[in-house]
């Protein structure tokens, strides 16, 4: 597979740019030429093979050859409330999510969190997601909400959605998956745990709390460990 790269710009008249940290890597990590191919994709779900026309300092112009629709979605969306972790265990979640597909990502504010990344941290999260991006071969960027109070994420779902809320003292079996389009929605709680409002306050919107096994999981196992069953 070629190296991939993320354009911010769209592609106009055949002609793509790279600039920033996207063209910094390919200008001085990869060393890029004139003649150069890469792939290159916008996280809209296309990617485009792509051929270095001229460089400069911080940018590169390329000439696009061939444009793709390549899907490598899940077969159905699937959504992440989790109280997010923090420093390289952030970084890691983000990283994997991605990688197995998640659609959306939304930071949840509960009642036993931490801060939930605003501003300057949520384009770091978004960074992250680009760099994972590239490495994987997803054409589609995991989207990233601001943080949202647990109870707001609650209402957001769409009644056809199943609904999973991870809980160490829940049922101990996934329920079936009929329907493999249908939208998936999850929620993982901060290292304090739920607390037996927001547990209740799930129960009366219909999720299901669902325990993991026996032993207690970090908060970004027990989302990947979610996210893969959703996959397989
Ligand atoms: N002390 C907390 C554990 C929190 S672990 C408690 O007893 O609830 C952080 C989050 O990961 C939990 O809120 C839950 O969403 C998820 N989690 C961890 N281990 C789990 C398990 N065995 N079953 C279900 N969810 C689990």
């Not at 093979?49 to 899907?71: C, I, N, P």
Request: with cysteine; hydrophobic share 40%.
């Amino acid at each position: 597979m070629n190296q991939r790269y993320f354009i911010e710009s769209p592609v106009v008249d055949r002609q793509a740019t790279l600039d920033g940290a996207e063209a910094h890597h390919l200008l001085h990590v990869m060393r890029a030429r004139p003649g150069t191919e890469v792939t290159l994709f916008d996280g809209s779900g296309r990617e485009w093979t792509a051929q270095v026309a001229t460089t400069s300092r911080s940018q590169v112009e390329l000439e696009v050859l061939t444009l793709q629709a390549v899907d490598r979605e899940l077969a159905c969306p699937l959504v992440l409330g989790i109280a997010l972790p923090k420093g390289d265990r952030q970084r890691w979640l983000i990283e994997k999510a991605t990688e197995l597909g998640v659609t959306r990502l939304v930071p949840l504010v509960t009642t036993r969190g931490v801060a939930q990344p605003t501003g300057s941290a949520q384009d770091r999260l978004r960074r992250w997601v680009v760099e994972a991006c590239k490495q994987c071969g997803r054409n589609r960027l995991l989207e990233i909400d601001r943080p949202t109070k647990f109870g707001d994420y609650l209402e957001q779902t769409s009644a056809e959605a199943l609904k999973i809320l991870a809980h160490p003292d829940g049922q101990l079996h996934f329920p079936e998956r009929d329907e493999p389009t249908r939208p998936v929605y999850l929620a993982v709680g901060p290292e304090g745990g739920w607390t037996p409002e927001e547990v209740a306050l799930a129960c009366s919107a219909n999720w299901q709390n669902i325990a993991l096994g026996p032993r207690i999981l970090r908060i970004e196992t027990a989302a990947l460990l979610l996210a893969a069953w959703v996959q397989a």
